[in-house]
């Protein structure tokens, strides 16, 4: 894949559309969106199989937002990013299927909160 981008990229600086000096920087970008594409429709792919679409995009919507301002932890590679990052998400859907008391949903959001609160942000 990344030959491919290559390539690609090197059409673009022949053509004039890229400078050469910017060729490494698009390369890097047009490669972290194919990245970021997969993932979501893996995500998407999973929320189908459980039947959990909508709620998935609206998970999504939080965890990305909550990701990018708190870090995280970085795996060693990508795939065992792309793993945990699918494991995250099915364990976060499955428990939203639970049909948990309120005073439980309320409790696990508080202390959550508190702890986003005083470990976030995080470098990374």
Known sequence: MIKSISKLVGIMA???IVEESDKELYEYGLYVGIVLIFNVISVLFIAFL???VLE???LLTA???LRNY???YHADTQIKCYVYSMLVIVVQLYLLKIDWP???T???MFISGLIISLL?????
Not at 120 to 124: D, F, L, T
């Open 106 to 108: 309320f409790t696990v």
């Open 56 to 58: 998935c995009m609206i």
């Open 63 to 65: 965890y990305i937002s």
């Open 120 to 124: 976030a942000p995080i470098e990374s």
């Open 14 to 16: 022949s053509s004039g």
């Open 70 to 72: 708190a870090g995280g």
């Open 102 to 104: 309120i005073q439980v």
């Open 50 to 52: 459980m039947d959990m």
